[in-house]
């Protein structure tokens, strides 16, 4: 079965230093892997994607994430945070040999930035 | 283009009640899905359809039914309200059915059952 786990419920950071939200993900074939972002009230907006060939991939905002099939991690990274960035990040997977139908979703980190 | 649409934006029902939650999108995209978000559980796939005409369940159906009778709409049907459907549902719709494209969410209905 797909899972997808997001071991840190709130991450704090000052603004400028780097941040780092953590995923990993277990799938039975190859996953396709996808961060979103929730601003408050609001509904989820794509920030990248790993689908194939470098394993860092980089995406909206100044996002950045890096794919580690030996550790099935999918980590978002920013080398600067900024206190817009404060938000709720999800990680999701979708498993390519069974159809991929099914998007499976992480529980959530809240991010803060603090000034 | 406006996107992923829901209606209505809140809503509270009484046990027992049955009411429709709608979704239209006017991207032409094939793959629509229904979420329930609930606090420290991320997003639940309800049900999902993969075009007109075609739906298939997802991690939590029971309670819910879906319809897709034209590529635009999607709309979750609520058979009989109970306090443990109370959450926050979006949709959401892809390009087309292949897993390896991105979804577009809607603003959420946040539904209070009594």
């Known amino acids: 079965a797909q899972s997808v786990a997001q071991p840190e419920d709130q991450v704090n950071v000052a603004e400028g230093n780097p941040l780092t939200v953590k995923c990993t993900y277990s799938v039975s074939g190859n996953p396709y892997l996808f961060w979103y972002v929730q601003y408050p009230n609001r509904g989820l907006q794509f920030l990248l994607k790993y689908i194939t060939g470098d394993n860092l991939v980089k995406g909206s905002y100044g996002f950045e994430a890096e794919f580690n099939k030996s550790q099935t991690s999918f980590h978002l990274k920013k080398p600067s945070a900024l206190v817009s960035d404060s938000a709720l990040y999800f990680c999701?997977?979708?498993?390519?040999?069974?159809?991929?139908?099914?998007?499976?979703f992480g529980a959530g980190t809240r991010l803060f930035v603090k000034a | 283009n406006a996107g992923v649409t829901q209606t209505p934006e809140f809503q509270v029902l009484k046990t027992g009640q049955s009411m429709t939650l709608q979704c239209a999108q006017d991207m032409n995209h094939e793959y629509m899905s229904w979420y329930r978000q609930d606090p420290g559980m991320g997003l639940r796939l309800i049900h999902y359809?993969?075009?007109?005409?075609?739906?298939d369940q997802g991690e939590v159906p029971n309670g819910y039914n879906v319809s897709r009778s034209t590529t635009e709409d999607f709309p979750l049907r609520l058979l009989s309200a109970a306090p443990s459907q109370t959450s926050v549902y979006f949709c959401?719709?892809?390009?087309?059915?292949?897993?390896?494209?991105?979804?577009?969410f809607g603003p959420g209905t946040r539904l209070t059952v009594l």
């Open positions: 359809s993969v075009g007109a005409g075609i739906t």
């Open positions: 999701a997977v979708r498993d390519r040999s069974t159809g991929g139908f099914k998007t499976i």
């Open positions: 959401a719709s892809s390009y087309n059915r292949f897993a390896n494209n991105e979804q577009f």
